[in-house]
């Protein structure tokens, strides 16, 4: 949603080609691209911090960080071999898998989905209950509106009780301000913008609070490549997972490391951005087993609801999608 207004100050692109950058190694390097699921703000700020401190570099990976144009995009790439690295939402990462994508999670940044819907009070909404018989805005192929029979079976409500009009994301916001749409589907990054704007008007719900809960974000490494290069992508996930415990401790430096190669981010709305988002980093696991882990469980619950709302073309074991090998047990995320 920020990509009209933020462009990278460094441009990050591959400069050699498929066959020689993107799987290939020298003596006591490894070329690595790294694409992410959008344009980079604060969740990025960990791996912008890990590049500027040399800690890639020391364990021999040359990381090449691109923007991204979406999870779908994101999972795509890194399933088909063009990225080993991505960033996806966990949940396009199951679809992309089921069909045909080649890919394998190996750390959760956010533990609970940061899916949530906005609406003004003063619309006569207090809850999802009031949702019948009004509006919301998004894009056609919003994750929210294609799970929306799950969240209203969930509520309680009727599944054609609302109308869906198309929304762009940057006109989100101004249309919820203007009156062309009663509610909207937004991420929870950004929830402290929207108590500026609208105030005590401003209602919320998240849609883990309400019992739908699917892993978010997520490092995703393509399969082929992790079964050649195991203690490469071991260095990786070392080094990424030392970079977010490092981060949650003192986001400071991150946020410089971050606003140094990318222009139009305002501070101050990356710390606000940034203490949410340790929020969604936090669940049981990430903070009893460690930073960035999956929970079982949990993986099963996921791949049922892509199961059931999405068309899988290839039904497959839920376990080849994610693994914990690659963690440090040592790094937990703090429980408060």
């Given at each position: ?24 190694f020298?003596a ?57 690295i ?18 394998v ?43 929306w ?22 006109a989100?916001?101004t ?105 969604l ?56």
């Open positions: 949603m920020l990509e009209t207004h933020m462009t990278f100050r460094r441009t990050f692109s591959l400069t050699t080609t498929l066959a020689t950058s993107l799987f290939s020298g006591q390097a490894a070329d690595i691209n790294m694409v992410l699921n959008w344009v980079p703000t604060a969740d990025h700020s960990p791996y912008f911090y890990a590049k500027s401190q040399g800690w890639y570099e020391e364990a021999g990976i040359n990381l090449t960080i691109e923007a991204g144009r979406g999870s779908g995009a994101a999972a795509q790439r890194v399933g088909a071999g063009m990225s080993q991505g960033i996806a939402d966990m949940a396009t990462v199951l679809l992309s898998k089921g069909q045909g994508a080649d890919a999670a190996i750390m959760a940044v956010y533990a609970n989905s940061p899916q949530g819907f906005y609406w003004l009070k003063s619309k006569g909404i207090e809850g999802p209950e009031d949702f019948p018989d009004h509006s919301i805005g998004n894009p056609p192929a919003d994750a929210s509106r294609i799970m029979p799950l969240f209203a079976e969930t509520v309680g409500i009727a599944e054609d009780s609302v109308k869906f009009v198309n929304v762009s994301p940057q989100k916001l249309s919820l301000k203007s009156g062309a749409i009663d509610i909207t589907s937004d991420f929870y990054n950004e929830h402290d913008l929207k108590l500026r704007e609208f105030g005590d008007d401003l209602g919320f719900v998240a849609w883990r609070d309400i019992g739908i809960n699917p892993y978010g974000l997520s490092v995703v490494v393509n399969g082929d490549f992790l079964e050649g290069n195991k203690d490469v992508v071991a260095q990786f996930a070392a080094i990424t997972q030392r970079a977010f415990a490092a981060c949650v401790e003192d986001i400071d430096p991150c946020l410089e490391a971050l606003m140094a190669e990318v222009s139009g981010l305002d501070h101050d709305n990356q710390v606000d951005q940034w203490n949410r988002i340790k929020e980093m936090a669940d049981e696991t990430t903070t009893t087993v460690a930073l960035g882990a999956f929970n079982d469980e949990r993986m099963k619950v996921d791949y049922q609801t892509v199961e059931t709302y999405f068309e899988l073309e290839q039904p497959f074991d839920v376990g080849t999608a994610y693994t914990n090998e690659f963690l440090d047990e040592s790094i937990k995320m703090p429980a408060d």
